[in-house]
Each structure stands twice: as structure tokens, then as C-alpha cells.
């Protein structure tokens, strides 16, 4: 292995043990807000604001999973996986849908937003289609 790919192997692990230092700490972000959000009086009740935080939160710990996830296949094959960055993508507009308030938004907007959605669902159904065993 030349100096440049264990340049670039070190990289890849030091990416992967700060994401699983976010991820960990996001996970007891997570766990604090929801905990102190339930024993906040009247007492094990979240309301809609904290709902859309908790799950933007949930959210966003999944789109380090898969970031984690997608570091450690670039160690183990040496390339970037595409499906799997075009899934990060999805993940992170979903949780973009999931905290937008609707009320504050103007159509050209969730317009743009349909747009990304169709646009990174087809590259991933183009390149799951690519990737697809061919019968015979």
C-alpha cells in the first residue's frame, strides 16, 4: 500500500471514530431530551414542538448510523458506495420534512423539496436496478 492510501485509510478510520463520537453523543442528547421532556409537568406528556424535535433528533442520529456505516464499507472495499450515500441523502431530506413547519413555508419550496425527493429516489432505483442480478 502506497503512502497515499494509508494517508487516506487513517483518514477514514478518524472519520469513523468521531462520527461514532457524534452518534453516541447524539443517542444521549436524544435520551435527555425525551427523558426531561416526559417528567416535565403535567408529566408524561410530549407535546407537537417537542414531538418534531425528538424525531428530527431520532433523525439525525440515523443519518450518522449511516454515515458510520458507509465509512466502514469505504474501509473494507476501498470504494465509495453510492446506493448508500444516495440513502443518506433520503434519510436527511426525510428529517428535513419531518421538522419543516408547514405553516411557515411557501409552495416553491415543498415544490423544490418534492423535486429532491423524485430526483434521489430514481438515482437510487437506477443504481439498485444496475446493481440487480440479471437472470441468466
Keep these: 500500500m502506497d503512502i497515499f492510501g494509508k494517508v487516506e485509510r487513517g483518514i477514514a478510520i478518524m472519520l469513523l471514530v468521531l462520527m461514532g463520537i457524534v452518534v453516541i453523543s447524539g443517542t444521549l442528547e436524544v435520551a435527555y431530551i425525551v427523558l426531561t421532556d416526559l417528567f416535565k409537568p403535567p408529566g408524561f406528556f410530549l407535546g407537537v414542538e417537542d414531538l418534531f424535535d425528538a424525531f428530527g433528533l431520532f433523525?439525525?442520529?440515523?443519518?450518522?448510523?449511516?454515515?458510520?456505516?458507509?465509512?466502514?464499507?469505504?474501509?473494507d472495499d476501498s470504494v465509495i458506495h453510492a446506493e448508500m450515500m444516495f440513502l443518506v441523502a433520503l434519510t436527511a431530506v426525510a428529517r428535513k420534512v419531518v421538522i419543516l413547519d408547514a405553516k411557515a413555508i411557501d409552495a416553491m419550496t415543498v415544490f423544490a423539496i418534492a423535486a429532491l425527493v423524485i430526483a434521489l429516489s430514481g438515482g437510487y432505483y437506477f443504481i439498485k436496478k444496475t446493481n440487480a442480478p440479471r437472470p441468466g
Aim: hydrophobic share 65%; no cysteine.
Design 59 to 75: 433523525l439525525m442520529v440515523l443519518i450518522g448510523l449511516e454515515l458510520m456505516s458507509s465509512i466502514k464499507m469505504y474501509l
